[in-house]
């Protein structure tokens, strides 16, 4: 059974930055594009951004774009997503989600457990 | 970039009863929309995929119809267990956009 697991939230003053991971088993991660997916509290689903099997393609949403990156290590079966410029409003639970093709287009047959991120000064 | 607005927002209704919920795109998207349950917290499950195929292990009380801009999802005779929030998603495209999301609850 496939297998996703976050790391590395926490609570971090606005302004500065934190790097989330997501650990993949139980699939060959290196053959499927990947996503991040964020809900803050009480609220929806918000998607984040993606990242192909090879990383040659990303996208962002434009709440996040120019201040997130996201990518990944094949090498390792793990996904990343680097925040920078952290603001209140990025505070959610993170989620990483396997997409169903290699590049981008597909929808998400798996989601991690996800992990809670709070800025706050 | 394509919005997704689901109606109603929230919803009431016994069990056995048919429910039904809206997906609405802000442009035509063919039939690359999806389905996902989210039980109180707990993680998004995929329900139905290329707006009308069933996920493996869904109860076939869950249905999806739709093409272009109009979508729906119905369960036929509700349970307690599928008290949850339901968000549609287009794909196919990026950036990506859920819906609102439905919060169906019991009566």
């Known amino acids: 059974q496939v297998q996703l697991a976050e790391s590395g939230g926490g609570v971090v003053q606005p302004g500065r930055s934190l790097r989330l991971s997501c650990t993949a088993s139980k699939f060959t991660f290196s053959t499927y594009g990947m996503h991040w997916v964020r809900q803050a509290p009480g609220k929806g689903l918000e998607w984040v951004a993606v990242i192909s099997f090879d990383a040659s393609n990303t996208y962002y949403a434009d709440s996040v774009k120019g201040r997130f990156t996201i990518s990944r290590d094949n090498s390792k079966n793990t996904l990343y997503l680097q925040m920078n410029s952290l603001r209140d409003e990025d505070t959610a639970v993170y989620y990483c989600?396997?997409?169903?093709?290699?590049?981008?287009?597909?929808?998400?047959?798996?989601w991690g457990q996800g992990t809670l991120v709070t800025v706050s000064s | 970039d394509t919005q997704m607005t689901q109606s109603p927002s929230s919803l009431s209704a016994s069990v056995g009863d048919r429910v039904t919920f809206t997906c609405r795109a802000s442009q035509g998207i063919s039939n690359y929309l999806a389905w996902y349950q989210q039980k109180p917290g707990k993680v998004p499950n995929l329900l139905i995929y290329?707006?009308?195929t069933l996920q493996s292990g869904v109860p076939s009380r869950f249905s999806g119809s739709g093409s272009g801009t109009d979508f729906t999802l119905t369960i036929s005779s509700l349970q307690p267990e599928d008290v949850a929030t339901y968000y549609c998603q287009n794909y196919n495209v990026a950036p990506r956009t859920f819906g609102q999301g439905t919060k169906l609850e019991i009566k």
């Open positions: 290329d707006a009308s």
């Open positions: 989600a396997k997409d169903t093709t290699s590049r981008w287009y597909g929808y998400f047959d798996y």
